[in-house]
């Protein structure tokens, strides 16, 4: 049967279904030296802003009740929600969270180091508290895997490994749509990479205008919490640090890493020595040349413990770099690393030694350089800051720049109401709709209506999920966790949050990168009578409606 966001009737999702669900739940006796699991607090974003992630947190909600769980769904601007489950660590206990696709996650190993390696728990990826040695012996072995099937295997036993302890419930690998003008837009012209689609950098700067309207109109579903080369908060934050700060290496249409500053990366015999060549002739938006001294700052900066804790994972195996010349410069890792590459020269941003190393010198006690406001953002990019205010951000293109830009600028506009960011695509306000997280229905509906929109689809190579506290009980206990994660019916959420615009998901790794995917993740039973058999086995019971914990464990919360 299957159920879309229209027909839905909340309250009656499961019951739509009919698909044999028990509604007498079992109660089993209750020893006496166990309690009632205190409520719970599921955060999401705000419906108007994110109605997909809202309505699955309410799915879920509804499922979890069945369980004996009182849940409580919290929809939160994007801002209000990082503070509490980003910078707050210990004091939440589920979310509702996205991963994002960008160039440098075509490689797994974005999500398969820093997601879940214990070394990130305090500050980095890992905010849920996930701590599994063995895990952490994948994910370290798959970066030191030069043959490319011995890293298959050890990638394919990290998905294992994560959907044995469920420390998230992956939820939708969602159909990401895009929508151009394309009278105003050239849509031939637009790259199409694999798990990003056309809204990706390289369309960014090869897309070409049609007419007179030579400005880029694109929107956000989220506030900007910062334009930083050290920090982003958001996928907008994301799309705008690519398009200023350049890299030495960007993920090209192949999805694979080719030089971008560097005129060359050259490794040595054993793989763990490269020789960097810059392009010649760089500079950066305030006229100062790009030299190898910025290059090697802007890789060694982030070694630092309290610098720039989102992106030091990605610098730490670096030991050794020195200048030869001019243009060159020599990088030494600690061993191979099949996914450098990708994760770490396509993702570092080349910044202005000149700027920023004042501005890290000046950092007070327990401030990172995620804090610093540097309002010029001077990069080497093919597009220029020129402003930031709450309602848009401004870039200018660099028409000297080795890949200048056809447009003239891009005008990204913070649009958090969905409805309302479909009506500015229709009227012309925006010419390229690069983040839509409402019906893609109404959007080809639009498409069909107007005439002169274009839909692109693409499944993400990001994900949606729910992510549980693993610092704090009940989900601190892997059985709890593995029994609420079976009680959630992906198939229902994508048809009634997402319309059936995506694919379940199960693992870390999307099927948008077949060779890397996992299918044995998909065979997940689901619902009330699996997830309270696996309850009763773990110990826990229903008593009077509401689930307690096994016999002799008690509520202790950090």
């Known amino acids: 049967m299957s159920i879309t966001r229209r027909a839905l009737l909340r309250g009656s999702a499961y019951a739509a279904l009919g698909a044999g669900l028990s509604t007498t739940l079992p109660r089993i006796a209750l020893a006496q030296d166990t309690s009632a699991i205190r409520p719970i607090t599921l955060y999401s974003r705000a419906q108007a802003a994110n109605p997909q992630q809202y309505q699955s947190a309410e799915l879920i909600a509804q499922a979890w009740s069945d369980l004996g769980l009182q849940v409580t769904v919290n929809g939160l601007p994007q801002n209000q929600l990082s503070d509490i489950v980003w910078y707050n660590r210990n004091s939440w206990d589920v979310t509702m969270w996205q991963m994002v696709g960008r160039p440098e996650r075509s490689d797994p190993d974005d999500f398969v180091m820093n ?39 050890l990638i394919i036993k990290a998905q294992e ?36 689609g056309i809204r990706n950098f390289l369309s960014y700067v090869a897309v070409e205008p049609l007419g007179a309207q030579r400005d880029l109109i694109t929107n956000t579903a989220n506030e900007l919490n910062a334009i930083n080369p050290f920090y982003i908060s958001g996928g907008g934050d994301s799309w705008i640090t690519e398009c200023i700060w350049d890299r030495v290496m960007r993920i090209g249409e192949d999805g694979l890493p080719q030089p971008w500053a560097a005129e060359s990366v050259v490794w040595d015999e054993a793989g763990t020595t490269a ?9 950066f938006h305030d006229g100062q040349p790009v030299r190898i001294e ?5 890789l060694e900066a982030p070694q630092g413990e309290n610098v720039a ?16 010349d001019d243009r060159t410069m020599t990088l030494t890792l600690d061993q191979p690393n099949a996914a450098f590459e990708t994760s770490t020269l396509s993702k570092m941003n080349i910044v202005p030694e000149h700027v920023w190393s004042p501005l890290l010198e000046r950092l007070s006690a327990g401030e990172t350089a995620e804090s610093v406001l540097e309002e010029s953002r001077i990069g080497s990019g093919p597009f220029k800051f020129d402003r930031w205010n709450q309602s848009e951000v401004v870039l200018s293109s660099v028409k000297d720049h080795f ?42 509906d639009a498409a069909a209506a107007d005439g002169d929109i274009e839909v692109v689809d693409v499944v993400d190579m990001g994900f949606q999920f729910l992510g549980y506290n693993l610092r704090r009980a009940p989900f601190s206990d892997p059985a709890f966790r593995r029994a609420l994660s079976f009680a959630i019916n992906r198939r229902l959420i994508l048809g009634a949050a997402y319309n059936g615009f995506g694919v379940p998901a199960n693992s870390h790794v999307s099927p948008a990168l077949p060779f890397w995917y996992d299918t044995r993740t998909e065979e997940i039973p689901v619902g009330p009578e699996v997830a309270i058999q696996m309850l009763e086995e773990a110990g826990y019971s229903i008593v009077n409606g509401r689930l307690h914990y096994p016999a002799g464990q008690t509520e202790t919360l950090q």
Do not use: C, W
């Open 275 to 283: 020789t960097i060549t810059l392009r010649d002739g760089m500079t």
């Open 309 to 324: 804790p989102m992106y030091r994972p990605f610098v730490t195996p670096i030991t050794a770099m020195a200048k030869v």
């Open 294 to 298: 910025d290059v090697i700052f802007s």
């Open 115 to 153: 997601l879940f390696h214990s070394s990130n728990i305090e500050t980095g990826y890992n905010f849920v508290g996930y701590n599994n040695p063995d895990y952490d012996a994948a994910a370290e072995q798959q970066r030191l895997a030069v043959d490319r099937d011995a890293r298959h295997a």
């Open 403 to 444: 890949a200048a830009p056809k447009m003239d600028r891009v005008i990204m506009r913070v649009v958090l109401n969905v409805e309302a960011a479909l009506g500015m695509l229709r009227s012309g306000e925006l010419n390229f709709l690069t983040d839509y997280t409402g019906d893609p229905q109404l959007l080809l």
């Open 161 to 196: 490994l994560v959907n044995a302890d469920q420390p998230y419930s992956f939820l939708v690998y969602p159909t990401k749509s895009y929508a151009f003008d394309k009278t105003v837009l050239d849509g031939a012209t637009m790259v199409n990479q694999p798990g990003l």
